[in-house]
């Protein structure tokens, strides 16, 4: 799973992931705006990329990138992926809540 994979590299909180859109992320000058919006301080938040990071989401745009979201529905492409999308991954590679992973 591409969220999965792109979390180390971004260290933002599962919901703004989830929440990620085409439009907020800027190529050229490797990085991804979250605006304020979505922000719980109300404060645009700028998350530089790295090459890593880039990489996975150019995977990722020849899945979703004609989409809204970054990490569409499986169910609609008009909404993100669900906020336990990520938590039941997890759970399915062995880590559980019991032991304060999730």
């Known amino acids: 799973m591409y969220a999965l994979k ?3 590299h971004i260290l933002q909180r599962p919901g703004e992931l989830r929440q990620m859109e085409w439009a907020e992320v800027n190529f050229d000058k490797a990085v991804w705006t979250i605006p304020v919006t979505k922000m719980k301080m109300r404060q645009p938040h700028s998350v530089p990329l790295s090459r890593q990071a880039l990489a996975i989401l150019q995977a990722m745009r020849s899945l979703s990138g004609s ?3 970054v ?3 499986i169910r609609t492409r008009a909404r993100p992926i669900s906020e336990n999308t990520i938590n039941a991954a997890l759970r399915r590679m062995g880590y559980s809540e019991v032991a304060g992973v999730v």
């Open 6 to 8: 792109l979390t180390p």
């Open 67 to 69: 989409g809204r979201y």
């Open 71 to 73: 990490f569409p529905s």
